[in-house]
């Protein structure tokens, strides 16, 4: 696994202001729904989900934000994701169409205060032995990140 640095506990902060309040209210909407949620996780392949989610049944979920049409255009990593979760959405704007985002991924619709699922994702079950690999990861960024930012650590394993 690769060592976690700081850059990318803030990886938010590079962001458009647009994409920090989809990122936000998205995240703000999975916890309320008992969901345990890591931002900007890295996946086996090297690709970056924006939002890992969590579920209290052990469900993955991954969340791609788009705050614009150019943004969901430009960016075509998120296909790369398929086999690291149960089931896969898009976070968006309200401003933004619904319908020009793909079918067979769900659809949160999220501000700075929070979202809801216009969508539901279809399922995509992990097999066994890649959902332990997807919760060792998510506990070792998780448990990482907090460490780092309770005790100011700029590197930890």
């Known amino acids: 696994m690769t060592a976690f640095s700081a850059e990318r506990a803030t990886a938010l902060e590079g962001r458009p202001d647009a994409t ?4 936000r209210g998205a995240r703000r909407y999975l916890q309320a729904c008992g969901f345990s949620v890591v931002c ?10 924006d939002l890992v989610a969590l579920a ?17 255009r430009a960016d075509l990593k998120w296909p790369q994701y398929r086999g690291f979760y149960d089931r896969f959405y898009f976070a968006i704007p309200a401003s933004l169409d619904p319908e020009s985002f793909p079918q067979d991924a769900g659809l949160i619709i999220a501000d700075a205060h929070g979202a809801l699922l216009a969508r539901e994702a279809p399922a995509a079950r992990l097999t066994p032995a890649r959902r332990r690999a997807m919760l060792l990861r998510f506990a070792a960024v998780a448990a990482n990140r907090y460490c780092m930012l309770a ?3 700029r590197l930890a394993d």
Do not use: H, M
């Open 151 to 153: 005790f100011g650590d």
């Open 20 to 23: 920090k309040r989809v990122a």
């Open 56 to 72: 209290p049944d052990g469900g993955l979920r991954i969340v791609e934000v788009k705050s614009s049409y150019a943004d969901f």
């Open 40 to 49: 900007e996780a890295p996946l086996p392949n090297g690709r970056r989900a």
